[in-house]
Structures are given as C-alpha cells and as structure tokens.
C-alpha cells in the first residue's frame, strides 16, 4: 500500500513541477505550485506516519507505536507559510494584469524589456 502511495505523491510533485516548467500563464504557474506544495507535505506526512498512528498524548493504546507530533507543527507551519506566498503571488498577478493585457509570462516580458 505504501509504495502507491509514494508514487502517487511523487506523482503530484511532478505535475506541478512541469505544470511550472511549462505553462505560461501566471495564474497557472501559481496552481502548479500550490500542486507541487500540496504533494511535498502529503510525502512528509507519508513519511512521518510510518512509525505508528496513535496519538501520544490522547491515545488509549499502552504499548504501540506513536506518531511523532514535531513533524504534525511543521507541517501546519509549511501550509501557513505556503499560503501566505500563494496570496502574495496573486496580488503580484493582480498589479501585473493592470498594465498589460494579458497574464501570458512571455508577452509581459516582450511589454517590459527595454
């Protein structure tokens, strides 16, 4: 079961890696990132459940294996901190798409190269 999982996670890393690569609209680019972003702390927490499931303060379980929960904080921080960057990039799109017409990353460079 675990090894699916892992390719299905890998899986979604990799669209948004070449959803980055290869797509040109920004609003695009910012999707394929929250992509990559979402398969990134979907394999660390595959990872960090390994060792066990239970809870280690609020488990009934005597003997067995237990999550660790240092991994369960960084990851509400990793979402906190990809959000906040997700809405920073759009209000960067929102101010690029009052002066040009079209959201295109190839035809913003052409408008503002000199």
Request: net charge neutral; glycine share 6%; hydrophobic share 50%.
């Amino acid at each position: 079961m675990i090894p699916v999982l892992e390719a299905s996670v890998f899986a979604t890393i990799l669209c948004g890696f070449f959803g980055i690569i290869l797509k040109k609209n920004l609003v695009m680019k910012i999707v394929s990132m929250d992509v990559m972003s979402t398969g990134v702390i979907a394999y660390y927490v595959l990872i960090a459940s390994r060792e066990g499931l239970f809870t280690p303060i609020l488990s009934t379980v005597k003997k067995g294996a237990f999550a660790d929960p240092v991994p369960q904080a960084v990851i509400l921080t990793a979402i906190v901190i990809g959000f906040s960057i997700q809405a920073l990039m759009l209000v960067g799109v929102m101010k690029l798409s009052r002066d040009n017409p079209t959201l295109e990353s190839s035809e913003i460079e052409k408008n503002n190269t000199p």
